[in-house]
């Protein structure tokens, strides 16, 4: 009899590319029984994996205290062998999971939640360090109750180190998708790219680089994927005010299959993060993806990127927050284009080699070939 696996999420979209694209379907493949909760119009079954839908939430107080539970009772229904949930509103439902069944529970931790919580503009400033100082206790209680922990990032994994079972499983990219990349590449359509969601402090980061590289004379077309409906209106209308609309191409979130399109008409990646707390902690996952389109990338020097890419000839790392080392960088690479492709070829061979699902994966399964033995 297969193993039954029931996935939650309340915050991440179905189709997630680590809880569908990576975990979900990598399990299915292997055999489990899988069901993944989340929001979502009805239920169906994709590539093998049984979505059950969950409304969408009027709001955070709806989620937080009202999506929840229904994710908990709908999980229960599924008599689940194994129950893996990946956000820290799920910790209470995940608990209690754990107490009225025989099932194995899984906390994947995707983010450092109590640094990021202290970062969150629409908490009220007074709230910020004592719901991450619950949060935090919260999680640290999860090592004792819940079977296993995953991780996607080595930092984050050391707060973990009493957990029954640990595990880091990076969000390195699936090779599959990106087989293709060659295909697109014959035209470049933008010179620089931005992948994943933004704040006002990317937007804003962003424009002054822009304008920089006009003055250095530029003509450049820079790429952002992954903008929400509110940040295209702010970012729009800066473009606007600034004159350099015609510079941007603003896309909203696109499906997992089609980023691949994206990368592969770009010529340089960039990942532009402040000096802040969380992002010491965690990888960002943009920067395996620009690694495996073979596109040379500027990031700031954060010691979870320099870890990976420091001195591998694939990466140009400058200073945080530093708008004219940014611009200097990304100058460089469009101004000397056999320096810039044999970096991306560097970054391909290491993804290649090392920094792939395919070995991900296997992590993933032998965690729960260890628990379903257990």
């Given at each position: 009899?297969?193993?039954?696996?029931?996935i939650?999420?309340?915050v991440?979209?179905?189709?997630?590319t680590r809880?569908?694209?990576?975990?979900?379907?990598?399990?299915a493949?292997a055999?489990?029984d899988?069901?993944?909760?989340a929001q979502?119009?009805?239920d169906?079954?994709?590539e093998?994996v049984?979505?059950?839908?969950?409304p969408?939430?009027?709001?955070r107080?709806t989620?937080?205290?009202g999506?929840t539970w229904r994710?908990f009772?709908?999980?229960?229904?599924?008599?689940?062998?194994?129950y893996?949930?990946?956000?820290?509103?799920l910790l209470?439902?995940?608990?209690?999971l754990?107490l009225?069944?025989?099932?194995?529970v899984i906390?994947?931790?995707?983010e450092?939640?109590?640094?990021y919580?202290r970062?969150?503009?629409?908490?009220?400033?007074?709230l910020?360090a004592?719901?991450?100082?619950?949060?935090e206790?919260?999680?640290?209680?999860?090592?004792?109750?819940f079977d296993?922990?995953?991780t996607?990032?080595d930092e984050?994994a050391?707060?973990?180190?009493?957990?029954k079972m640990?595990a880091?499983?990076h969000n390195?990219?699936?090779?599959e998708?990106f087989?293709?990349?060659?295909?697109?590449?014959?035209?470049?359509?933008?010179d620089?790219?931005?992948?994943?969601?933004i704040?006002?402090?990317?937007i804003?980061f962003?424009?002054s680089?822009?304008?920089?590289?006009?003055?250095m004379?530029?003509?450049?077309?820079w790429?952002i994927?992954?903008?929400?409906e509110?940040?295209h209106?702010?970012a729009?209308k800066l473009?606007?005010e600034?004159?350099?609309?015609?510079?941007?191409?603003l896309?909203g979130?696109?499906?997992?299959s089609?980023?691949?399109?994206y990368l592969?008409?770009?010529?340089?990646?960039?990942?532009?993060?402040?000096?802040?707390e969380?992002f010491?902690?965690?990888i960002p996952?943009?920067?395996?993806?620009?690694?495996?389109?073979r596109i040379?990338?500027v990031a700031?020097?954060?010691p979870?990127?320099r870890?990976?890419?420091?001195?591998?000839?694939?990466?140009?790392?400058?200073?945080?927050?530093d708008?004219?080392?940014?611009?200097?960088?990304?100058?460089?690479l469009?101004?000397?284009p056999q320096?810039?492709?044999?970096?991306?070829?560097?970054?391909?061979?290491l993804?290649e080699?090392?920094?792939?699902?395919a070995?991900?994966?296997k992590?993933?399964?032998?965690?729960?070939r260890?628990l379903?033995?257990?």
């Open positions: 009899m297969k193993a039954k696996v029931c939650l999420t309340t991440h979209p179905p189709f997630d809880i569908f694209h990576k975990q979900a379907k990598t399990l493949r055999g489990y899988v069901t993944l909760i979502h119009d009805g169906r079954v994709v093998g049984r979505i059950i839908g969950l969408k939430p009027r709001n107080f989620r937080i205290f999506l994710a009772r709908l999980a229960l229904r599924q008599h689940a062998d194994v893996h949930f990946h956000d820290p509103e209470l439902p995940g608990a209690l754990k009225f069944t025989r099932a194995k906390y994947d931790v995707h450092d939640y109590p640094s919580i970062m969150k503009g629409w908490l009220p400033s007074v910020r004592p719901l991450s100082a619950f949060v206790t919260l999680e640290l209680l999860g090592t004792r109750i296993a922990i995953v996607a990032d984050v050391n707060r973990f180190k009493k957990a640990l880091i499983i390195f990219p699936d090779l998708l087989m293709g990349c060659e295909r697109h590449s014959s035209a470049k359509i933008y620089i790219i931005y992948l994943g969601s704040s006002p402090y990317h804003n962003m424009l680089v822009a304008l920089l590289l006009e003055k004379g530029h003509v450049f077309r790429c994927v992954g903008v929400s509110r940040q209106t702010l729009r473009l606007q600034l004159g350099i609309k015609h510079r941007f191409c896309c979130r696109i499906p997992h089609c980023v691949v399109k592969a008409y770009s010529k340089v990646g960039v990942i532009p993060l402040p000096h802040k969380k010491m902690k965690n996952t943009k920067l395996f993806e620009y690694m495996a389109c040379p990338v700031s020097d954060l979870p990127i870890k990976f890419v420091g001195t591998r000839g694939c990466a140009i790392l400058v200073p945080p927050e708008e004219e080392a940014f611009a200097s960088a990304i100058d460089f469009l101004s000397n320096r810039a492709q044999a970096m991306g070829e560097k970054g391909r061979s993804v080699q090392k920094f792939n699902w070995r991900e994966s992590k993933l399964l032998t965690l729960y260890r379903i033995n257990a």
